[in-house]
């Protein structure tokens, strides 16, 4: 009897270790995204939640832009090559959840109730949780106090209109500088034209509407300001981007998301000046955007991986960001704000009331290239007026969709 009790002991003891060992197993996580500038709060956070889950190890490996992800998951989804978390948008998520290769969350009972409900509900579908939410944007204008002060311009102000902003790229363009930047990025032009009141893509579904005098109406304003110098042709911004020319001190404005803040700050210092963007006939609209951390339904590690999302959805590991997004976690919007005390960040909390998601629908990715490919002939000159600018791309856009 003795030793029947001593062997089962014996079992008992190895059983447990054997749990132990398997529990303790060393696990890697990869963890994929773009944006260099984010990086370093990514660090940050892996660091921490490893220093208490020594088992765990977190590969961060980011890529130049989120078509670089895309063109990376594509290519290793459904392999053991697949990242275990990747960073998610709503672009993204419109062309992968339907393939079924985003993992649902929901059964995991990851706490997101102090995240941004907008940017929690953009992942869900059907009742299905299928990322966590990381961070939310909005757009504003950057401008160069110094050059403002040099040039005896007044500073624009909250209540400023498309139309004062013209004016004031105008008033703005002398002695080698240009009152505005243009830009690459088709956001920035969405925020005038729905500003305008036309429409960038139809709401009853995914067909481009775009081809409306209103949109023409204020796309003819922009197009103006570049035929008259005011404002950087495509030639130019191929020459030097949007940001190099606003940081080097060559153009007086640019418009752009909050993610760029750190950067803006670090160039010119208490010379940068935000302000919120210009309203026009229907008011203010502002691209809204997050980003969310989501997981393959291939992932050999899921246990692991829900953990560590559990974590990056926590005030500790989402207040890591605020030097460079705005954090899902609203809260953390103080604590933001106090890391640029100087500049008016609360433009883009304000942007955050008006702002308005762009497509996200099957062949989004399609449709923005499209869109963008016609806006870059735009910037060339390739168009007579703002009709056939308006004509060509919802022609474009039409075509990607149906793709």
Request: one cysteine or more.
């Amino acid at each position: 009897m003795k030793k029947m009790i001593t062997w089962i002991m014996v079992l008992v003891m190895a059983l447990s270790l054997t749990s132990f060992a398997a529990a303790e197993e060393a696990v890697t996580l990869r963890l994929w995204m773009w944006d260099d500038a984010q990086q370093p709060a990514m660090r940050a956070m892996a660091d921490e939640y490893e220093a208490s889950h020594p088992n765990v190890t977190i590969e961060i490996s980011c890529q130049a832009d989120v078509s670089g992800l895309n063109q990376r998951i594509q290519a290793t989804i459904g392999t053991s090559d697949a990242p275990e978390i990747f960073f998610m948008n709503y672009n993204l998520a419109a062309e992968y959840i339907p393939l079924g290769i985003v993992a649902d969350l929901t059964p995991y009972g990851i706490d997101q109730s102090d995240l941004a409900s907008g940017i929690v509900n953009a992942y869900t579908v059907d009742g299905k949780v299928y990322a966590v939410a990381k961070d939310t944007d909005s757009y504003a204008v950057f401008y160069n106090k110094a050059l403002f002060d040099q040039a005896g311009v007044p500073y624009p102000d909250d209540s400023w209109t498309i139309a004062d902003f013209c004016e004031t790229a105008k008033k703005m363009t002398s002695d080698g500088v240009v009152g505005w930047t243009s830009s690459t990025s088709d956001r920035v032009w969405y925020n005038f034209i729905w500003s305008n009141g036309g429409q960038i893509y139809s709401e009853d579904g995914p067909t481009a509407a775009i081809n409306t005098p209103e949109s023409a109406e204020v796309i003819q304003m922009l197009m103006d300001l570049s035929a008259n110098g005011y404002a950087y042709t495509g030639p130019q911004l191929a020459e030097v981007s949007d940001t190099a020319a606003f940081t080097s001190g060559i153009a007086a404005m640019t418009i752009n998301g909050s993610w760029m803040i750190s950067q803006y700050a670090s160039a010119l210092g208490d010379n940068l000046g935000i302000v919120e963007l210009p309203s026009g006939a229907a008011g203010k609209f502002s691209a809204n955007h997050g980003i969310g951390y989501s997981t393959t339904t291939s992932n050999e590690h899921m246990e692991e991986t829900v953990d560590f999302l559990k974590y990056l959805a926590t005030y500790d590991a989402q207040v890591k960001q605020i030097e460079v997004v705005i954090p899902a976690n609203l809260t953390c919007a103080s604590a933001w704000e106090s890391v640029y005390p100087n500049v008016n960040v609360g433009a883009f909390m304000n942007a955050l009331s008006y702002g308005r998601s762009y497509l996200s629908t099957v062949n989004a990715t399609l449709a923005r290239t499209a869109y963008q490919d016609v806006l870059a002939r735009l910037r060339n000159g390739d168009f007579a007026n703002a009709e056939e600018f308006c004509a060509a791309a919802e022609e474009a856009v039409n075509y990607a969709l149906s793709e």
